[in-house]
């Protein structure tokens, strides 16, 4: 049995056999359901800084790199493993990532890799823990009209790896065909369960190579 803790270690392993051995093979998707942060949203460094910042005002020490791997994980179990029981803190913590999303940056070539679905007559969608703040974001970084809806915590759902939000995209939209996009294990779970094929992301040009899309800057 493998263990949470564990796949700070095997993601990297999973993503190097598919890239370098093609275990996982690539077909043609007519949809696309994708996580938000850390897969289109290169947000882990900000959230890890607010994270810090908010367990300092407590009085609790951790460190960056210990931080950013629990993140990595769910932001529930770095809260668990930092501030168990603390009172307020995963609203104080949001509080200070809000502040840190001002400015958020897409990972390099992500939204070009989304207008090329679109193009080949493909369909993408978002599937994120947060509220409707993710509207926000999507709108800043430019890809709010790349999107057939966007699902957030907002419309109720059981969050990740509780496959109820792509349950309903799929039965909304009649998806067959379709690949589930993320950089957790919660994320493959969930699209698993859903029925859908899934991808482990590690890096937008990996997965680039992975889906055979050649991309063009706007």
Known sequence: MVFKDSYQYILPILALFQEKYGIIKAMDYQDYIWDLGGTLLDNYETSTAAFV?????????ASHDEVYQALKVSTDHAVQQFAPGVKDFLRSYKANEAKELQHPVLFDGAKELLATI???????????HRDNQVLEIISKTGIASLFTEIVTADNGFKRKPDPESM???KEKYQISSCLVIGDRPLDIE????AGFATYLFDSMENLKNYLHLNTEKE
Do not use: P
């Open 53 to 61: 910042r908010t367990l300092a005002s407590l009085g609790i020490e």
């Open 118 to 128: 679109i193009k080949q007559g493909g369909r993408n969608f978002l599937v994120s």
């Open 167 to 169: 349950n309903y995209l």
């Open 190 to 193: 969930a699209g698993q369960a």
